[in-house]
């Protein structure tokens, strides 16, 4: 019942770093999304996949890059970390079987120092 | 831009209290409002949820209320206990939108013995 994995869970960068947040479900959805999460501003969309092959842009895309690279993984890239970075990503999946539920994985704590 | 307002930012109750969680939306084009219930280094976890063409839904100790004309909804956590202590999330999704949620800021509930 491993259900959305996300690796790694803490990560600390320097700025201008790049790297790259892995996101894996196993529960055969076809939806799958990037989240972050800071204090006093709730969670906060930055990429989406509505289905293989496909990705849209959220609420707050700007110094991301998403890659759908099958139908169980979508990786979330940071190309040059900022400051502004720093927060908890979440990775979520969802499919029309289990309709409006979102599941989530545990989250990556990033500090871009 | 907050397209959906929650308050208070967080909230202290004696067990066996009623906490009541409010949200309040602008677009009359969202029509599935979800809330989600986060532990400590989890992910959030949906709780319960409500269409507009419902006026209130329990499961339960937890109850949602809600009123179209106001464009306002609440969670109510019936007989609270310590386990209930979380942050809880309201959120709304737009028509057409696909699965893409709008989160509010969170309410950080604490209950005590």
């Known amino acids: 019942n491993a259900g959305v994995t996300q690796t790694p869970k803490f990560q600390v960068l320097k700025t201008g770093q790049s790297m790259t947040l892995q996101c894996a479900q196993d529960m055969n959805h076809n939806s799958m999304y990037w989240y972050r999460q800071d204090p006093g501003m709730g969670l906060r969309l930055i990429y989406y996949?509505?289905?293989?092959?496909?990705?849209d842009k959220g609420e707050v895309p700007n110094g991301y890059n998403v890659s759908r690279l099958n139908k169980r993984e979508f990786s979330l890239r940071l190309e040059s970390a900022a400051p502004s970075q720093t927060s908890v990503y979440f990775c979520?999946?969802?499919?029309?079987?289990?309709?409006?539920?979102?599941?989530f994985g545990s989250g990556t704590q990033l500090s871009v120092l | 831009q907050q397209q959906v307002k929650q308050s208070p930012q967080s909230l202290i109750v004696q067990k066996g209290g009623i906490p009541i969680i409010n949200c309040a939306y602008e677009n009359t084009a969202f029509d599935y409002f979800p809330w989600y219930q986060q532990f400590p280094g989890k992910g959030p976890a949906l709780l319960i949820a409500?269409?507009?063409?419902?006026s209130e839904k329990k499961e339960g100790r937890f109850t949602i209320s809600f009123n179209k004309s106001a464009k306002q909804f609440s969670l109510h956590i019936m007989d609270s206990q310590p386990g209930d202590s979380a942050t809880y999330f309201c959120a709304a999704r737009l028509t057409g939108g696909g699965n893409k949620l709008t989160f509010g800021t969170g309410t950080q509930l604490k209950v005590e013995l």
């Open positions: 996949s509505a289905s293989e092959g496909t990705t």
């Open positions: 979520a999946s969802s499919t029309i079987a289990t309709n409006e539920k979102l599941f």
């Open positions: 409500i269409r507009p063409d419902v």
